[in-house]
């Protein structure tokens, strides 16, 4: 899997957007960029997958630009209970097969009032 | 409730001893994914099963070994217990729809004593 670099942490205050940007230099053609979402204590949670320019959802948007070196999940208007950690993801689809998924350090969001 | 089902949620035991933790997955869903997350080391892979077969094989210990049942269900074995195997152990299902949309259940909070 293409090794992913996130910051380790973010602050923001409730109600604006925050966007966190995942670095995957070596991503393959055949990669899709996901996103998790953990609470304390908590599975992780599958947030939004894509595998170029943008994808959206009821939860959040994902901006991947033409060489998908990166991406970034934008997350509009958080709230305290946006506070997560949030993990990015970078792996080929193979249904049924060996799938390692790997998780890095991911960043801790932390939402303030 | 995310559709995986976690057994216990919570089990303290003595250094030495053996516990198994058991994991029910998603309807539907084939492939079992066992992972280990300590405060320290973050999301550990451990494991995956695909209906019934071991597929992949992380950073699992020789006293750690694990199980798919024909009814799919699967048991994560723990044996000589130590202290670091403290730790919350996540089962995840998923990935035959062609998607990274893995589904974590709740845990074990595992405590060594």
């Known amino acids: 899997l293409a090794k992913t670099t996130q910051p380790i942490s973010m602050d923001s205050y409730e109600g604006q957007e925050v966007n966190i940007t995942c670095s995957h230099n070596?991503?393959?053609?055949?990669?899709?960029i996901t996103w998790y979402q953990q609470f304390p204590s908590q599975g992780p949670r599958f947030i939004i997958q894509?595998?170029?320019t943008k994808v959206t959802n009821e939860v959040a948007s994902l901006f991947i630009p033409a060489d998908r070196k990166s991406s970034t999940l934008s997350l509009p208007r958080v709230s305290l209970s946006d506070t997560a950690v949030y993990y990015c993801?970078?792996?080929?689809?193979?249904?049924?097969?060996?799938?390692?998924?790997?998780f890095g350090t991911g960043t801790l969001l932390a939402v303030q009032p | 409730d995310s559709g995986v089902t976690q057994t216990p949620k919570h089990l303290i035991t003595a250094t030495g001893q053996r516990v198994t933790l058991r994991c029910s997955p998603r309807?539907?869903?084939?492939?079992v994914y066992w992972y280990q997350q300590s405060l320290d080391q973050g999301l550990q892979f451990l494991i995956q099963y695909y209906n019934g077969e071991e597929r992949a094989k992380g950073n699992i210990l020789e006293r750690f070994s694990a199980q798919q049942f024909p009814d799919l269900h699967s048991e994560l074995n723990l044996s000589s217990l130590e202290l670091g195997d403290s730790a919350l152990y996540f089962c995840?299902?998923?990935?035959?729809?062609?998607?990274?949309?893995?589904?974590f259940g709740s845990g074990t909070r595992l405590t060594v004593v």
């Open positions: 995840a299902s998923g990935g035959e729809t062609g998607t990274y949309g893995y589904t």
């Open positions: 309807s539907g869903d084939l492939s």
């Open positions: 894509g595998y170029k």
């Open positions: 993801l970078v792996g080929p689809l193979r249904i049924g097969a060996t799938n390692k998924l790997i």
């Open positions: 070596n991503i393959a053609t055949n990669d899709y």
